[in-house]
């Protein structure tokens, strides 16, 4: 079964699979050979795709070697800033890792010693639960993004009401415990926000301050990431920014509505952050070259678990994804999306390559063909629409 129930619509591209917007395409059976130079046309090619398929704006950014362009199409500009949904996961992911380096934490501990009677309730058991299964989903802990109450509140026409309602990590960690787990801790895989809203708590516990704070002064700052922001409960947008639209409903033919603010406590650690393509590939670049982490984390960082037969090419690390595209190109990164907005980030093992990019809508367009559009130069479909597909739930 799905893991997200509600394909081309804001809960399908919204947490529920944040990955899977540039994870889950099934790669072509006949491989293609990757460009001998960068060549964007394909790239711009899938972004006017895009524009076709009813996205209002969509805009990309490369950087190979010295080679650096940016595509748009509709009604986008190209250093527009957006929310980057569950791309938020590798920046809290990140911090942990630090924090386990310095020797603050293990991520073998279980969360219990952090959160003490946290996760419990329903099956749930935070003594048998650790910190590293938070960050690789395999917890066995229940997204609260799946709750169909939360659902109807937050991502169907309820939203319209309740755009502007703060969450605590408490109260969304609690939703999740009103049910039992997916599977006992170890034995399997399931895309969970819950488990990094429980990571951000770690983090807050270690510090003792927001897992936000740490990202600012850990990553943000360091790397001079000046249009990369952890809001809060800050609901305004800020500038450059084209608007968001949504559905906000399974039903083609219904209305468009305007998004783009919202109070995005309803992710927090596992989704909040708002940046542009400049400074998410600047961030994924750093990152795979060893430049954030230690050469053991980032080992840790990278090493994967699957997530499924189903899906071979395709292994979820700590916050972080590898997936192998139909030429054979294996990129790093993660996908996110958030009411209105499905974006990607994705680059080679080697730092070199990078590739991030955004659609202003979550009822359409296909990301996965952008990512095999710029990596492997090609333009046909991969068998899986990006904003649509899931990863599958055990």
Not at 305 to 330: A, D, F, H, R, T
């Amino acid at each position: 079964m799905s893991a997200a129930r509600t394909a081309r619509t804001v809960v399908a591209a919204t947490l529920v699979a944040g990955l899977a917007a540039t994870a889950l395409a099934t790669p072509a059976l006949a491989a293609s050979p990757a460009p001998a130079k960068p060549d964007h046309t394909a790239t711009q090619q899938a972004l006017d795709a895009a524009v076709a398929d009813g996205v209002p704006g969509a805009v990309a950014q490369a950087r190979d070697g010295r080679d650096r362009w940016t595509g748009t199409a509709g009604a986008r500009g190209g250093d527009d800033r957006y929310r980057v949904g569950s791309i938020t996961k590798t920046f809290t992911a990140t911090v942990l890792l630090q924090l386990q380096a310095e020797g603050r934490i293990d991520l073998d501990d279980p969360v219990e010693k952090w959160l003490p009677g946290v996760v419990r309730g329903n099956g749930h058991d935070g003594r048998k639960i650790t910190v590293r299964q938070l960050l690789n989903h395999t917890s066995g802990i229940y997204s609260y993004t799946e709750d169909p109450a939360f659902q109807a509140k937050v991502f169907g026409p309820g939203f319209l009401e309740h755009r502007y309602d703060t969450w605590t990590p408490k109260q969304l960690v609690a939703v999740a415990m009103a049910h039992e787990p997916d599977f006992t801790p170890g034995a399997s895989w399931n895309y969970s926000n819950t488990n990094f809203v429980l990571a951000g708590m770690v983090i807050e516990k270690v510090t003792g301050r927001s897992y936000g704070k740490a990202v600012e002064n850990r990553i943000i700052k360091p790397l001079k990431l000046r249009a990369t922001t952890v809001p809060g409960a800050r609901s305004a947008m800020p500038e450059p920014s084209s608007p968001a639209y949504s559905k906000l409903s399974q039903d083609v033919n219904a209305p468009v509505h305007d998004v783009s603010t919202l109070n995005p406590s309803i992710a927090g650690a596992a989704g909040e952050m708002i940046s542009d393509s400049r400074d998410l590939q600047t961030f994924y670049r750093a990152l795979l070259q060893g430049r954030i982490l230690p050469k053991s984390a980032l080992k840790e960082m990278t090493t994967t678990v699957q997530i499924s037969p189903e899906y071979p090419n395709v292994g979820y690390g700590l916050g972080l994804m590898k997936q192998k595209l139909s030429c054979g190109e294996e990129i790093w990164g993660h996908g996110g999306g958030i009411h209105g907005s499905s974006s990607l980030a994705q680059v080679t093992r080697d730092g070199e390559h990078s590739l991030a990019g955004n659609f202003n809508a979550d009822w359409a367009g296909d990301s996965q063909k952008v990512i095999e559009a710029e990596f492997c130069g090609t333009t046909g479909t991969t068998g899986t629409t990006g904003t649509a597909a899931a990863a599958p739930k055990k």
